[in-house]
């Protein structure tokens, strides 16, 4: 075997390859910063409704987490960019993109998040339904606050393994990161070296991710600064 590695395409003036990347990389983050916060919107609505005392709520969200769970990514975006616009309802390859890793993380995120609830003492509870809070109050100053604490790493867990599944768009011509080392490999034939840079990309921003939620734990927890619990 006496294949050489040549990065050089790269930065070749006539295809300027590595703006093709740049351009990938910053449709990566994108993607993965929209789905996080509209994602964790819905979970935390669903995972707030499927506590409540209503049973067909509890049932309807129950239904809607077991399908998307149960059922992979690529046929959810599938279904939302062709099956919806056989319909009539046409999505841009990015909204469809966005729409259905919102779906998909808010599911997951939804049943993280129900666990944390779960797991407040219902003595917290009591004592604070003994001081006359609202529901409201009660949810937002006792209940959820600790919920989210002691969920955070398994959700920062989440939300990465969500930004590595977004290299899935690239099969409805989404241009992240994945479509454009695609389509560098199909103009170069340097698959070998093409991924390798993709996959240090992906692993950079992976890692500036959890980067990012061990800091949101660090300044809205401060309970975690005096432990030093890593997130």
């Not at 003036?13 to 910063?33: E, F, K, S």
């Not at 975006?77 to 808010?106: E, P």
């Amino acid at each position: 075997m006496n294949y050489q590695f040549d990065f050089s395409f790269l930065w070749d003036p006539d295809n300027a390859y590595w703006r093709d990347i740049l351009h990938g990389t910053w449709l990566t983050v994108q993607l993965t910063v929209l789905a996080i916060v509209l994602g964790f919107a819905l979970g935390a609505a669903c995972a707030i409704g499927s506590t409540s005392r209503i049973p067909s709520l509890r049932r309807a969200i129950a239904v809607y987490v077991e399908i998307i769970r149960n059922t992979p990514l690529l046929v959810q975006v599938f279904w939302l960019f062709f099956g919806l616009a056989s319909l009539g309802f046409k999505f841009s390859a990015f909204s469809a993109a966005v729409l259905a890793l919102t779906i998909n993380i808010a599911a997951y995120t939804s049943e993280i998040i129900r666990s944390g609830i779960e797991s407040v003492r219902k003595g917290q509870i009591e004592a604070a339904e003994s001081l006359g809070l609202s529901r409201m109050q009660l949810l937002f100053d006792v209940v959820l606050p600790p919920a989210i604490e002691r969920v955070l790493p398994s959700l920062a867990g989440q939300f990465v393994l969500m930004m590595l599944a977004t290299s899935i768009m690239a099969q409805i011509s989404t241009e992240e990161l994945m479509a454009a080392a695609s389509r560098i490999q199909s103009e170069t034939f340097r698959g070998f070296e093409i991924y390798i840079v993709v996959a240090v990309v992906y692993l950079a921003l992976a890692m500036a991710l959890r980067l990012s939620f061990a800091f949101l734990a660090w300044a809205a927890f401060p309970r975690r600064r005096r432990l030093g619990t890593p997130v």
